[in-house]
């Protein structure tokens, strides 16, 4: 469903992603743990062409999207859900869901925004999934942090995508309410056989929620495996890589402890 190899972008003279191979299989939730820097968001950013790799090979649900000239049909296939839930406050709950189908209704029927039956009984349906049928009539500023952030998820889900790319979207959150975000969102990969990349920091997310996990360190993939093969030792090796200051114009120092220690993992 999603495949990479060997995939490079740099800005300017830093080398952000330096060869990534990476698959993930529909239904997958693949879980991209790394330190801040090593890449994570770069790589989502290149998968659905808001930015554009360097090298490398790029399939996204068959098409090859490092030669695919329209991004437009590429991202009705892949949807984004980001750290800060980018809902519309002053819709409620079931408009906001319904924007997810604004890329296929007519020009005119979006600036109206006149959705179809079928369009309305899908956000309905996708609001269920993520245990949110009663709130669909609320304005989303009316919920809270975490139920905005399965509002996120309905509408990512209303866009019918293949592919779903999760920029850390449980940063904000404190754990009880991510585990539950995170709990609807690799529910409805798995009934919908949905690809999920999600970048996320906490190791334990990791562990509980990913299919398999992929460590990127310095834009290189020093992990992939499933989270029962995740060790002590792959963790220092993902979290505690000196970033390399020729590189990235930034040097930052080896932690004086391994972090698997400090972390208790
Ligand atoms: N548009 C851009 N222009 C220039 N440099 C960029 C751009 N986007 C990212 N970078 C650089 O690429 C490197 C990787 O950034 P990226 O956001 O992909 O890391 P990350 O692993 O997602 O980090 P974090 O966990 O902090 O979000 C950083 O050095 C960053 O400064």
Do not use: W
């Not at 968001?41 to 399939?59: H, I, K, P, V």
């Not at 959150?173 to 009934?191: G, I, N």
């Amino acid at each position: 469903m999603i495949r990479t190899r060997q995939l490079t972008k740099r800005y300017g003279s830093n080398a952000v992603l330096r060869g990534v191979d990476l698959d993930a299989a529909a239904g997958e939730f693949v879980v991209v743990l790394g330190q801040s820097g090593a890449g994570k968001s770069t790589l989502l950013r290149c998968m659905n062409r808001l930015a554009t790799a360097d090298s490398g090979e790029l399939q996204i649900d068959g098409i090859d999207a490092m030669q695919y000239g329209d991004t437009r049909a590429l991202r009705r296939k892949v949807a984004m859900i980001f750290q800060h839930h980018h809902v519309v406050p002053r819709l409620t709950a079931l408009k906001n869901v319904l924007t997810g189908r604004l890329g296929s209704v007519s020009v005119l029927g979006s600036c109206l925004h006149l959705f179809r039956r079928q369009d309305i009984a899908l956000a309905h349906d996708c609001l269920a999934r993520v245990g949110l049928a009663h709130k669909a009539h609320e304005r989303t500023d009316a919920l809270s942090g975490g139920q905005m952030q399965r509002v996120g998820i309905a509408r990512a889900l209303a866009q019918r995508p293949r592919v779903i790319l999760a920029d850390e979207p449980v940063a904000s959150l404190d754990p009880h309410t991510a585990r539950t975000v995170l709990q609807y969102l690799r529910e409805a990969s798995r009934a919908l056989g949905i690809t999920v990349v999600c970048n996320l920091h906490q190791v334990d997310y990791a562990r509980e929620f990913g299919d398999r996990i992929v460590g990127l360190a310095q834009g290189r993939v020093v992990f992939d495996g499933r989270p029962d093969a995740l060790t002590a030792a792959d963790i220092d090796r993902i979290y505690l890589q000196p970033v390399d200051s020729a590189s990235t114009g930034r040097a930052q120092p080896a932690a004086p402890v391994a972090l698997s220690t400090a972390l208790g993992v």
